[in-house]
């Protein structure tokens, strides 16, 4: 007997789940419901099209309505609006604008509704100069403003990827950009430690950039905006772009008897059906399980929608599978840095109370020799059994690489040792012989192991200055050139000759540019009975949290 299935939403989730259901079913009735124009399309390229870098606006369009329909022969009925759901009847009420209000019943039913923006409650915020940005639409609107209208400022509400990814094209298109943050750092999936690392990349580009401040109204004055901010401040504009996050689009489903989660989230199993039978849910709009902390939490990206979409598929058509959970890899470019995480940051794990240990390293991206290596920072956090809870790099070149590595250690229940075992290519143009992913694991084991005794800066600040002695194991010249109030220059090749002029009843805080030094001195200290702590990262990590303390 032939299965009508009816999906709700296109994009992501709703496209994948149609085109796998295809392969696997070829004789399954298969409609979907999209309420704009636009069935599939590249949601993440939106911004790069009004920054000029993507030229022409077809490469967004993935799949056309046309096209799904001669390839996998699906019906898709764009500019459709489901209403809601009658579970009992299996039957969904549309508002088409062709066909007007009709119902169509069902066998299986998909919701892939996604999310849409969520619009902060302050006066102003429905200004037609306010616009947001999460389809194609809203996309032309923002283009519009600078191509034919001239817009040459705009405030952009949100530092999470879509503020982040929209500021920088805008800059790029000459448009003056103030970006105001409500949290005291940008991109909350990275750590502030981090997170200052790409505030310095926007301000230097030219962004303005307000932390710890809100959006308290928006007046229109005459043609430009004002925006008022909780601090007093005012800033004229010529538009606004809300990017304060997003909110599962699932008003329509309230009255169905589908369980929702507290923030408006479809609940699903392991098998993304809901509550009630033959009724599947995928992307953005669904509650999953945080695969590292074993939580239910909600992370709205394409690649784990893509993949839901295709496990229900597979259950539709009797094949048993199962999400295991989102882990939440993700990537943005912010001007010529790369940022990248994976796996849960500090901040969620002292929420869960996971205990944690957290390394850093400053590595190059290929061999030094070779003409063009650049240097990144890649943070680990492991616990003490040596379990990767977490990982975020930033970079200009080969960050994506290895938190992906990172990323498929972790999906497989890795350890650190896995990542010094890992065999990577290596040629100088690509690599080095110890790849970072490598050194990020020697640093733990050794960590582990007892072979080093390392603590952070933010640990050193809770020590008792009467207790240790810090010490500077670079070069002179390094010293001179900058280095920690209150530190004594020995540099490492000096140490074993210099060891009298230390105090064994004191603990001995050594540090170097990014680590490695320290570790070497730590390795000369402890062996000859002293009690050692290297500050791992060193001093280019202590750069990194003294802009934290002046932004702050």
Avoid at 82 to 90: D, G
Wanted: net charge negative.
């Amino acid at each position: 007997m032939e299965k009508k299935v009816l999906i709700v939403g296109g994009v992501a989730g709703g496209a994948s789940a149609a085109t796998r259901l295809r392969r696997l079913d070829e004789h399954a009735e298969i409609i979907i419901f999209e309420r704009d124009q636009y069935i599939s399309y590249a949601n993440c390229g939106l911004p790069y099209y009004i920054g000029e870098v993507i030229k022409d606006r077809d490469d967004l369009i993935v799949q056309t309505a046309e096209d799904m329909k001669i390839r996998f022969n699906i019906d898709v009925r764009t500019e459709s609006e489901v209403m809601n759901i009658a579970p009992k009847e299996k039957r969904v009420t549309v508002k088409s604008k062709s066909k007007g209000v009709y119902e169509e019943n069902y066998d299986y039913l998909i919701l892939s509704p996604g999310a849409k923006a969520f619009k902060p409650d302050i006066p102003g915020i429905n200004s037609d100069k306010v616009l947001c940005l999460r389809n194609i639409p809203d996309t032309d609107a923002i283009k519009s403003l600078i191509d034919e209208k001239n817009a040459k400022s705009a405030v952009v509400i949100g530092g999470g990827f879509i503020g982040i990814e929209i500021a920088e094209n805008l800059i790029q298109r000459g448009v003056a950009v103030s970006l105001v943050e409500l949290a005291p750092h940008i991109l909350a999936q990275f750590d502030e430690d981090m997170a200052v690392i790409l505030e310095n990349e926007l301000i230097r580009n030219g962004v303005s950039l307000v932390l710890n401040t809100s959006v308290t109204a928006i007046d229109e004055k005459g043609d430009k905006l004002e925006v008022l901010l909780s601090s007093g401040r005012k800033i004229n504009t010529d538009f606004v772009i809300s990017a304060a996050g997003v909110i599962p689009d699932t008003d329509f489903i309230k009255d169905s008897g589908i369980e929702l989660g507290p923030r408006g989230h479809i609940i699903v199993n392991e098998r993304m059906e809901t509550n009630i039978k033959d009724i599947y849910a995928v992307g953005d709009a669904v509650e999953v399980v945080d695969f590292v902390n074993g939580k239910k939490t909600a992370i709205p990206l394409a690649g784990p929608a893509n993949k839901q979409g295709r496990i229900v598929a597979d259950n539709i058509a009797g094949l048993y599978s199962v999400y295991k959970g989102t882990q939440g890899t993700s990537i943005i470019k912010v001007f010529e840095l790369t940022a990248a995480c994976t796996g849960n940051n500090e901040k969620t794990l002292k929420r869960f109370d996971v205990p944690y240990e957290t390394i850093y390293v400053h590595p190059m991206s290929h061999a030094t020799y070779y003409p063009g290596a650049t240097p990144m920072t890649l943070k680990l956090l492991f616990d003490k059994r040596g379990k990767i809870l977490g990982a975020q790099g930033i970079g200009y070149d080969g960050v994506d690489k290895r938190i992906d590595i990172i990323a498929a250690v972790i999906r497989l229940n890795g350890t650190v040792n896995d990542l010094a075992e890992l065999e990577l290519s290596y040629a100088p143009p690509y690599s080095s012989a110890k790849d970072p992913v490598n050194m990020a694991g020697f640093v733990a084991q050794n960590y582990l192991a007892g072979l080093s005794h390392l603590i952070t800066w933010s640990d050193l600040e809770k020590l008792n200055k009467e207790d240790y002695i810090l010490v500077d194991v670079r070069t002179k010249s390094e010293y001179k050139r900058g280095h920690i109030e209150g530190a004594v220059n020995i540099p490492l090749d000096d140490l074993r000759g210099r060891l009298t002029e230390l105090d064994k009843e004191k603990t001995i805080v050594v540090y170097c540019r990014v680590g490695v030094r320290g570790y070497i001195a730590d390795r000369i200290l402890s062996q000859n009975g002293f009690k050692v702590l290297n500050i791992t990262g060193g001093y280019v990590s202590e750069q990194a949290m003294h802009n934290i303390k002046e932004k702050g």
